[in-house]
Every structure is written in structure tokens, then in C-alpha cells.
């Protein structure tokens, strides 16, 4: 489903993860390994909780309209969450043909890394691979728009990929053991926060974010 999605006007051809502004900024080709390190370690984690949380709390529609609200909490930035309900808004759009009823109707589209936790409840995928699919989602997204922007080697871009969600692997089991959204992680990146905002201002751009 996932590479459906980056085939489709939803997913990685709409999200850049800020890497547009980045560039346009003050970031270097040569520094987006570092800058996938630093959402491995401060953005993902939020991410992949919160995936791991909704998977948890499927069946309880109360607990997850509580879960999008600690979500909501961790993510300041309104460009971030405002794209994430809309990759959220696609991806259930093609759940939906896949797995009727995995995603329930909500009065405000379900941001992404809950609809990835749905999902993963509906089909039995085991919460610790879903942190790592949360983190090779948001890093692949990022490394395909670097092809887009710095066309290069493809080969570089993978190995980008890989090594970001190595990072990942001392905390998946933790992440996984996520039951209370109060303990999902909490940190602050204001500059990939300031990147999201300066790219949903962008005039002439490739990525909406």
C-alpha cells in the first residue's frame, strides 16, 4: 500500500518533509543525512508512538480522539499537522478499498501516523515493525524528494534511507510498548517546525510541504 502511495497525488509527491525550505534555506545536500538523523531522533519517535498508540486503541473511539489531541500537543507547527491530515485523508482513502472499515469515520480527517496505527490493528502488524515502518515512510519521503530537488545518485538516497532507520533500532522495542498516549515522547525541533511553515508559504514550489 505504501508504494502505492508514493504513485499516487498523495504520500512522497506531496510531502517533501520540509526538505524543499530546508534547501532553499540554509541546508546542504551533503546535510541531509544529519537532517534525517535529527527527525530519527526528535519527530519520528512522536510519529511512530502515536502510530503505535492508535493501533493500541483501535477500538476505542474516545481514546483515540484523546490520542489525536497528545498528538496534536507534540506537533506546533499548523503546517505539519494541517499536511498530516491530509496524507492521513489519502491514505484512508486507499485503505478503504483494501480493508473496509479499518479507518473509522471522524468529524476531522485522522492525521497519517494514525491511520498507519489503524491500519496496521486491522491487518495484525506487529507494533514494533510498525515503528519501522514509520521510520523508513518518513525517511524514503524525504530521500525522494532530495532526487526531485539535487537530482543524484539513487543508490546515495537509499543508503540515506538505510542508515536513518538504523537510528531507529535501539528504540523500537520502547516505542512499541506504548500503551497511555500521555507517554508518548515529547520534543521540540523549531527549525524543521520554522522550514514547515517558510514551505507552506512557498509560491513556486514541487512539494504542498
Request: charged fraction near 20%.
Amino acid at each position: 500500500m505504501l508504494l502505492a502511495d508514493s504513485r499516487l497525488p498523495v504520500g512522497a509527491h506531496v510531502s517533501s518533509n520540509a526538505l524543499e525550505a530546508a534547501l532553499r534555506d540554509e541546508l546542504s545536500p551533503a546535510q541531509v543525512g544529519e537532517y534525517l538523523a535529527t527527525r530519527m531522533r526528535i519527530l519520528v519517535p512522536i510519529e511512530a508512538g502515536t502510530a503505535v498508540l492508535a493501533r493500541h486503541l483501535a477500538q476505542d473511539p474516545a481514546a483515540l480522539e484523546s490520542l489525536r489531541a497528545e498528538w496534536a500537543a507534540r506537533t506546533p507547527s499548523r503546517a505539519q499537522r494541517e499536511i498530516a491530515e491530509a496524507l492521513g485523508q489519502g491514505l484512508a482513502r486507499l485503505a478503504a478499498v483494501q480493508w473496509p472499515g479499518a479507518v473509522p469515520p471522524a468529524e476531522r480527517p485522522w492525521p497519517r501516523p494514525m491511520v498507519l496505527g489503524l491500519i496496521a490493528a486491522a491487518t495484525g502488524l506487529d507494533a514494533e515493525e510498525l515503528v519501522r515502518l514509520v521510520a523508513y515512510d518518513d525517511a524514503q519521503t524525504v530521500a525522494a524528494a532530495l532526487l526531485k530537488l539535487e537530482p543524484g545518485d539513487p543508490r546515495t538516497a537509499v543508503a540515506l534511507v538505510l542508515d536513518a532507520c538504523a537510528l531507529m533500532d535501539p528504540c523500537a522495542a520502547e516505542l512499541a510498548a506504548l500503551e497511555d498516549p500521555a507517554h508518548l515522547p515529547c520534543a521540540g525541533a523549531p527549525q524543521i517546525e520554522g522550514w514547515a511553515e517558510a514551505q507552506s508559504q512557498l509560491t513556486r514550489r514541487l512539494f504542498r510541504a
